[in-house]
């Protein structure tokens, strides 16, 4: 039985290209590693005092969470009056604060109750929405749930004080739940910042790769600044489409803004100048540094499908002879 | 008809109009090798534009029509290749020479033109 | 399986199916440009050996998707004699005629994943796979979990 397991492995691949396919079957949940042990160690250990009287686990979950919902009024002004001692949320009034606080309070029962973070995770994504514009910071938020997390703690001690065992128990129950719920808001909140930042690159991204058409039928496309492959990705696509829709024949590519590429980042750049070849384009690459001409060079990247002019003036001048609007020299080659 | 095909004076001019089986290129392939012996043509061109795909026998039959149209001294250029498959045939490194291209059909002949002119100018 | 699509493969016509079945389910399942072309073309190829080298077999594509990635797998069956060097089918060939011309190189190189098994008994099965980041987040996600 010949079998072959052949994953991508050259030079082409890019970030994120790199594992082989058992990876794509592996699935990860960082949410619930967190509370995996304690759960485990708690089920062990109710199952060690199966000869007591009280409920399993989940009725305990079930009255613990009762008491809380019963006592709301109360332990939301003590877990208001930690979050003001604490001045945390400054930015925040206190009516802001007691309304999302009472939110806060009842997707956290909720949570705890029916163990599923699913609401709560779409409930802290929300929430984060809209405080991070008014400038609330990561250590805001987790300081706050985990003082809501102490509040509630605490009250139980008090509740439960007199029978050290049961307290044993139901804080078996409450903690990798708790602890569950502080990681989902934690985690949630610094992922709509990120997806915050990562939407204002994308716009920056494209803003930054114009295609500029010099004269009719000659493109220029200058490159500035980081060349990574999701930009010359979407730098192929721009520059394609703009020859189709300007019926351009010739393109001058000019890195001189570039400091580095990679190896994959200059066989796209290569590829781009074969796929423009494709659609009756040539492409003139000017601005190469010494640095990058050496790094090309290195890795043995072909060069030969395109002309490279080390200074922008000069490639602009071979263009115009190439599209025609100057005088052609003597060996004129078409495609 | 999958393939359309028109004589403009001494180039031939051969549009595809949708995705081609692999029986339907071996016949485009056949129908031009019998034209470009039939009559005297200084060029072909063929517009792959309605082609979503152009994979590895499709170069291999457009190689084979530009290399039989060679010998019969006319030149064949391809022309409406989308950027998608441009970027899929370099990808896939495809051997594409001697393939000769244009954007469209206009380019095309202005191309065979230049060709033909200078030619003439060589007393060719 | 709910999403997946069978195209049997019985000749040449039906690579055209395969390649705008292929096509479809990819733009269904958000690929951005290129990857649709890409994905039919790499279809194309290993399609055509089947009915090249076994006479029909059958092209199946289903999505598949994980915490950080979305993508489209596709499965090529034949009972057909098998490939009996697939070293060699395999093989990039600088001269672009490598692979014994079955364009299983060149198919590789449009997707991710690529998986061959192959033998006289039981015929050939490819498995190819692309896929992409849901975002940018999944992708930051994705390097730091290998710790690049």
């Known amino acids: 039985m010949t079998s072959v397991n052949a994953t991508r492995e050259e030079e082409h691949m890019d970030e994120e290209r790199r594992q082989s396919n058992s990876d794509a079957r592996t699935r990860e949940h960082t949410e619930d590693r967190a509370s995996e042990s304690p759960e485990a160690r708690s089920r062990e250990e109710a199952d060690d005092r199966s000869a007591e009287p009280s409920g399993g686990d989940d009725e305990l979950l079930q009255e613990l969470v009762a008491y809380l919902r019963e006592n709301r009024t109360k332990l939301r002004e003590e877990w208001a009056q930690r979050i003001s001692d604490a001045e945390l949320l400054q930015v925040m009034s206190d009516e802001e604060i007691f309304s999302e606080a009472t939110e806060v309070y009842d997707n956290y029962m909720d949570a705890l109750e029916t163990g599923s973070i699913e609401n709560l995770q779409t409930y802290a994504r929300e929430l984060s929405e809209r405080i991070i514009p008014r400038g609330v910071e990561t250590d805001e938020v987790l300081g706050i749930v985990l003082l809501l997390r102490d509040a509630l703690a605490r009250s139980l001690f008090a509740r439960y004080q007199e029978d050290l065992g049961l307290l044993n128990r139901i804080l078996d129950s409450y903690e990798p739940a708790a602890n569950r719920i502080a990681v989902t808001v934690g985690v949630s909140f610094v992922e709509e910042r990120e997806r915050v930042i990562h939407e204002q690159q994308e716009a920056i991204r494209e803003l930054s790769t114009p295609v500029l058409q010099l004269r009719d039928r000659l493109l220029i496309l200058p490159i500035i600044g980081v060349l990574d492959t999701s930009r010359a990705r979407q730098l192929t696509e721009q520059l394609l489409g703009a020859i189709r829709d300007n019926r351009a024949t010739v393109v001058v590519i000019d890195i001189t803004g570039v400091a580095t590429i990679d190896r994959t980042v200059a066989n796209h750049l290569v590829q781009t100048v074969e796929a423009s070849r494709l659609m009756g384009a040539s492409t003139i690459l000017t601005g190469l540094s010494p640095d990058i001409a050496q790094t090309l060079v290195d890795l043995g990247v072909d060069l030969s499908m395109m002309k490279t002019v080390a200074d922008l003036q000069g490639g602009l001048e071979e263009a115009e002879r190439l599209a025609g609007y100057r005088a052609a020299a003597a060996s004129d080659t078409e495609t | 008809m999958s393939v359309a095909i028109l004589r403009q004076g001494d180039v031939l001019i051969a549009s595809i109009q949708s995705d081609l089986s692999d029986t339907e290129v071996i016949e485009l392939r056949q129908q031009l090798a019998e034209l470009v012996g039939s009559y005297r043509l200084r060029g072909i061109v063929i517009d792959v534009g309605a082609l979503d795909v152009i994979d590895s026998f499709?170069?291999?039959?457009?190689?084979?029509?530009?290399?039989?149209?060679?010998?019969?001294?006319?030149?064949?250029?391809?022309?409406?290749?989308?950027?998608?498959?441009?970027?899929?045939?370099?990808?896939?490194?495809?051997?594409?020479?001697?393939?000769?291209v244009a954007l469209d059909l206009d380019e095309a002949l202005a191309m065979l033109d230049r060709r033909n002119q200078r030619g003439a100018e060589d007393g060719g | 399986m709910a999403d997946e699509v069978r195209v049997r493969i019985d000749g040449d016509a039906d690579l055209v199916t395969a390649r705008a079945e292929g096509r479809a389910m990819a733009e269904r399942l958000g690929f951005p440009r290129p990857d649709p072309t890409l994905i039919a073309t790499a279809i194309s190829e290993i399609a055509r050996n089947i009915v090249m080298h076994a006479g029909r077999g059958e092209i199946i594509l289903e999505p598949f998707e994980d915490a950080n990635r979305y993508g489209i797998v596709v499965t090529a069956v034949d009972e057909g004699p098998g490939i009996r060097d697939v070293e060699a089918a395999l093989r990039d060939d600088v001269s672009g005629r490598g692979g014994l011309g079955l364009g299983l190189p060149g198919a590789r190189r449009l997707m991710d994943d690529f998986e061959l098994e192959s033998n006289a008994e039981t015929g050939t099965t490819v498995t190819m796979r692309k896929w992409r980041f849901r975002d940018e987040l999944a992708r930051l996600r994705e390097e730091r979990r290998r710790g690049a």
Request: net charge positive.
């Open chain 2, 58 to 100: 499709v170069t291999r039959a457009l190689r084979a029509i530009v290399l039989t149209a060679r010998l019969r001294g006319a030149e064949t250029i391809i022309v409406g290749i989308a950027p998608e498959v441009a970027i899929a045939m370099v990808q896939f490194r495809l051997n594409l020479d001697p393939l000769r």
